[in-house]
């Protein structure tokens, strides 16, 4: 019974699980373009290669991809990139390994939250974006 009705909103629900894991990229997105100076402050603090071009990628992928995924356009390589993306951000801005206390509690957290992230959009790659979609 909850087979059939998860199979009869198959696509309803992709199109919510495309909402639901680009929210915070397009929140964080919008902020990194809207205080470009101060995200590439903190680019050159993670240690990110060329703060500028970093800033310029990041905002790229967390807002205008997070736009293309919702809107289904390019779903499965976006859902990649955003896995390597994902990871690469969890490595370089979560690094809890090297810290102590509640800094390492936190980022820890954090890092795990991102490899959940990125599991929705293996996921993602994996079932496309449904038929509520620009470009299957």
Same mark, same amino acid.
């Given at each position: 019974?909850?087979? +059939?009705?998860?199979?009869?909103?198959? +696509?309803?629900?992709?199109?919510?699980a495309r909402l639901l894991l680009m929210a915070l990229f397009l929140v964080t997105g919008w902020k990194k373009l809207t205080n470009f100076t101060a995200t590439v402050?903190?680019?050159?603090?993670?240690? !990110?290669? %060329?703060?500028?071009?970093?800033?310029?990628? !990041?905002?790229?992928?967390?807002?205008?991809?997070?736009?293309?995924?919702?809107?289904?356009?390019?779903?499965?390589?976006?859902?990649? $990139?955003?896995?390597?993306?994902?990871?690469?951000?969890?490595?370089?801005?979560?690094?809890?390994?090297?810290?102590?206390?509640?800094?390492?509690?936190?980022?820890?957290?954090?890092? $795990?939250?991102?490899?959940?992230?990125?599991?929705? %959009? %293996?996921? %993602?790659?994996?079932?496309?974006?449904?038929?509520?979609?620009?470009?299957?």
């Amino acid at each position: 019974m909850l087979n +059939d009705l998860l199979r009869q909103q198959n +696509d309803l629900l992709i199109l919510l699980a495309r909402l639901l894991l680009m929210a915070l990229f397009l929140v964080t997105g919008w902020k990194k373009l809207t205080n470009f100076t101060a995200t590439v402050g903190y680019m050159a603090s993670t240690g !990110a290669p %060329l703060p500028q071009l970093s800033t310029v990628v !990041a905002i790229a992928v967390e807002f205008f991809g997070a736009i293309a995924l919702v809107l289904g356009m390019y779903t499965r390589p976006l859902a990649l $990139l955003y896995v390597v993306f994902t990871l690469a951000t969890a490595l370089m801005g979560h690094h809890f390994w090297t810290q102590s206390g509640a800094e390492r509690e936190g980022n820890k957290i954090n890092f $795990l939250k991102n490899l959940s992230i990125m599991g929705g %959009l %293996l996921l %993602l790659a994996i079932t496309g974006p449904g038929k509520y979609a620009l470009w299957p």
